[in-house]
Nanobody, 125 residues
Framework: QVQLVESGGGLVQAGGSLRLSCAAS????????MGWFRQAPGKEREFVAS????????DYSDSVKGRFTIARDNAKNTMYLQMNSLKPEDTAVYRC??????????????????WGQGTQVTVSS
């Protein structure tokens, strides 16, 4: 089992940047495929990005590709989401997720086994 804690959210103006972190504890971090999802008020949970266990493969939603970068440091048991050129439509609660299954199996679905509590990102226009 793994416990996940997000940090780094906040209020930023459009065009600004934030870096989210997801700290993991428990079982070996490198055993997990990791992902970021977000949910805005009144909307369904949305896939943002994911990264393979080694960090060698990443995937992004079309809405964030070219603006967001997912990364992980297995030595620090931490995953990151660097968010640049933020837009008001990026406003949401961002949650990290972990699963023992492979990135190829999980795809962009929200079937990850473990979830953090989330961190609020608000982008003002």
């Amino acid at each position: 089992q793994v416990q996940l804690v997000e940090s780094g959210g906040g209020l930023v103006q459009a065009g600004g940047s934030l870096r989210l972190s997801c700290a993991a504890s428990g079982r070996t971090f490198s055993s997990y495929t990791m992902g970021w999802f977000r949910q805005a008020p009144g909307k369904e949970r949305e896939f943002v990005a994911s990264i393979s266990k080694s960090g060698g493969i990443t995937d992004y939603s079309d809405s964030v590709k070219g603006r967001f970068t997912i990364a992980r440091d297995n030595a620090k048991n931490t995953m990151y989401l660097q968010m640049n050129s933020l837009k008001p439509e990026d406003t949401a609660v961002y949650r990290c997720a972990a699963d023992l299954r492979t990135l190829g199996f999980l795809g962009r679905s929200a079937v990850y086994a473990y979830w953090g509590q989330g961190t609020q990102v608000t982008v003002s226009s």
